[in-house]
């Protein structure tokens, strides 16, 4: 277990400091985030989009864990360890379409794509299918808890969180004018950013709109750094808004139909949100998004991006544009979030200093790692 003192990141934002160093760049407090952050809550895993027909199957690492990312042959959205129960072989090593069952291909174990074992061959000698000890009723697929909303997979990995509508339930309500049918985009519409940072910088960073006028500057030529405004929900989310969205126009002026049934606030105002502790949500009246930041190390982040529409069909050149609109502006960010990510191989750094005015929603996403770190460390001490 790591030591590191969190006391000072949890004061009030004019006196507080930022997380220490080793935060950043120990593969010990790494490990120990991986159970006390990622795992214990509900982390994004990817879009249900990515198994977009019954029997589509995609395997995923997510924290070093082989997962299988399933729609099964009544539609659901599943998520398996992808292991077989038998000797523990790697089910599915690509993504592709489950025709009949999922087959094992050490020895031909065989699962349904709701996770049953149906068909263990010669588990009992040459022709003999069956064997006392073997239950096929107890040796289904391990699955892991998931939900899905606003497009995104979500996972609770130990098992142990609130269901996801409590645990997330004033997200939910601040945006239930969104909770309604999305669609992706498509092959079009999703592009991966490969970062050197830790994943929390990235969630830092998205958080607040400081920045805007000296890493964003087309964005704050219009959308300017005053017309913001601060989004803080202590313990679930943060994030920012702006006052003025402005939509994306084709040649010919033709834009992407709105969502149904929002609100007036929504024809001028957009909103950015972190919710921890991985997925960084975006919703416009026209369109949404959503990146999924899936740690490899405490200094490699890979960010899934996912853009969503409010209709099936939309305008393909005016997709790709938005496409290539917000990949800029996603890119525009690489070289401040590797920047810190250097700069906390510094040991003389304390953590650093926040704004009173501009940082709290960054310091209180720092306040929820130091909570849960606190509450997970309280556990190991008293389970020792």
Known sequence: MSHTDLDAVRQPIHVARGLPNAHYIDPVVFEEERSALLMAGWSGLA????????????????????????????????????????????????????????????????????GRLVSTPHVGGPG?????????????????????????????????????????????????????????????????????????????????????????PGLNSYSRLEDHYHIEQPGQFSGQGTRVYRQLTGEDGQTFPDFEGLSAKWDTAAEYITAFPNVLLGVHRDHAFAIILVPHGPGETVENVHLFYAVPDTDPALRVKNTALWKEVFEEDIFVVEGMQRGRHAPGFDGGRFSPAMDGPTHLFHDWVAEHMALHRAIDHAAE
């Open 47 to 114: 879009a249900a989009a990515d198994v977009p027909e019954p029997g589509d199957a995609k395997p995923l690492t997510f924290l070093g864990m082989p997962l299988l990312l399933i729609r099964d042959r009544a539609g659901q959205v599943r998520v398996f360890h992808n292991t077989c129960r038998h000797r523990g072989m790697i089910l599915v090593d690509a993504p592709r379409k489950i025709e009949g069952a999922i087959r094992c291909p050490y020895h031909s174990w065989c699962y349904s794509t709701e």
């Open 128 to 216: 003999q299918n069956t064997v006392e000890g073997i239950d096929r009723d107890l040796l289904g697929l391990i699955e892991v808890r998931s939900h899905i909303w606003l497009g995104v997979v979500w996972i609770n990995l130990s098992g142990a969180a609130l269901p996801f509508e409590e645990a997330n339930a004033d997200l939910l309500a601040r945006w239930s004018e969104f909770d309604k049918p999305l669609f992706h985009g498509g092959p079009d519409s999703a592009f991966q950013l490969e970062v050197k940072c830790n994943w929390k910088l990235a969630a830092e960073n998205y958080c607040e709109s400081y920045h805007l006028p000296w890493i964003h």
